[in-house]
Nanobody, 127 residues
Framework: QVQLVESGGGLVQAGGSLRLSCAFS????????MGWFRQAPGKEREFVAAINYSGGRTYYSDSVKGRFTISTDNAKTTVYLQMNNLKPEDTAVYSC????????????????????WGQGTQVTVSA
């Protein structure tokens, strides 16, 4: 059973940076697609970024492109989300997600495509 544990959330001022981590365990990382989603109060969960297990292909929502970077470590057991130039509208609970098997295009952004989810970590950006 895949387990995902996020860490790294917190309170930061607008313009600041945070790095979220998602520890992957329970299966071999090979073949998994990893994603970050976020949910603000009163809003639907939305796609933020995704990466394939080899790290060779990344995807971003338009709202974070150029500010956020998704990556994996060399051991391929942790997925990171480096968030720079944070804005108050980035405030949300950020969750890590995983699915086995490759997907492309719009499918990468659909939360229904992911089978495993972490518990989430709160990110709050003050103005």
């Amino acid at each position: 059973q895949v387990q995902l544990v996020e860490s790294g959330g917190g309170l930061v001022q607008a313009g600041g940076s945070l790095r979220l981590s998602c520890a992957f365990s329970g299966r071999t990382f090979t073949g998994y697609m990893m994603g970050w989603f976020r949910q603000a109060p009163g809003k639907e969960r939305e796609f933020v970024a995704a990466i394939n297990y080899s790290g060779g292909r990344t995807y971003y929502s338009d709202s974070v492109k150029g500010r956020f970077t998704i990556s994996t470590d060399n051991a391929k057991t942790t997925v990171y989300l480096q968030m720079n130039n944070l804005k108050p509208e980035d405030t949300a609970v950020y969750s890590c997600a995983a699915r086995w098997g490759r997907i492309w295009g719009d499918a990468v952004t659909r939360k229904s495509e992911y089978n495993y989810w972490g518990q989430g970590t709160q990110v709050t950006v003050s103005a």
